[in-house]
C-alpha cells in the first residue's frame, strides 16, 4: 500500500491550506487514518485522527489545532483530506497521513507546509 500526500506549500498566517492523501488500495470500511507532522528539531506530533467507519467515524484533534483543522475521508476516491484553516508558523512542518488497514500501518512521505510572511 503506497500513501502519497499533496496540497502543501507556502502559505501566510491566517491563511489556509488543503492537503490531500491518496492510498493505492481501497480505503475500507475498518480502516482508520489520520495526520501526523514534524517541525525540524521537534518530535513528530499527532494532529488529526479519523476512525473507522465501522467503528463510528470518529474524530479527534490535538488541542494546537481543534477548531481549525479538520480531516476527512471519500472513500470512493480512495482518499483523504486534511483542511487547515488560520494557519499560523507554529502549524510549519511537514505533515504525513497515515492509514490503518487490514492490521498495518501505513505511511506516507509527507508534503511541506510552510507559514510564513
Known amino acids: 500500500v503506497q500513501l502519497v500526500e499533496s496540497g502543501g506549500g507556502l502559505v501566510q498566517p491566517g491563511g489556509s491550506l488543503k492537503l490531500s492523501c491518496t492510498a493505492s488500495?481501497?480505503?475500507?470500511?475498518?480502516?482508520?487514518m489520520g495526520w501526523y507532522r514534524q517541525a525540524p528539531g521537534k518530535q513528530r506530533e499527532l494532529v488529526a485522527t479519523?476512525?473507522?467507519?465501522?467503528?463510528?467515524?470518529?474524530?479527534n484533534y490535538a488541542p494546537s489545532v481543534k477548531g481549525r483543522f479538520t480531516i476527512s475521508r471519500d472513500n470512493e476516491e480512495n482518499t483523504m483530506a486534511l483542511e487547515m484553516n488560520s494557519l499560523n508558523v507554529e502549524d510549519a512542518a511537514v505533515y504525513y497521513c497515515?492509514?490503518?488497514?487490514?492490521?498495518?500501518?501505513?505511511w506516507g512521505r509527507g508534503t511541506q507546509v510552510t507559514v510564513a510572511s
Open positions: 479519523l476512525g473507522s467507519f465501522a467503528s463510528g467515524g470518529d474524530k
Open positions: 497515515y492509514l490503518h488497514h487490514e492490521g498495518r500501518y501505513y
Open positions: 488500495t481501497t480505503i475500507s470500511a475498518t480502516d482508520a
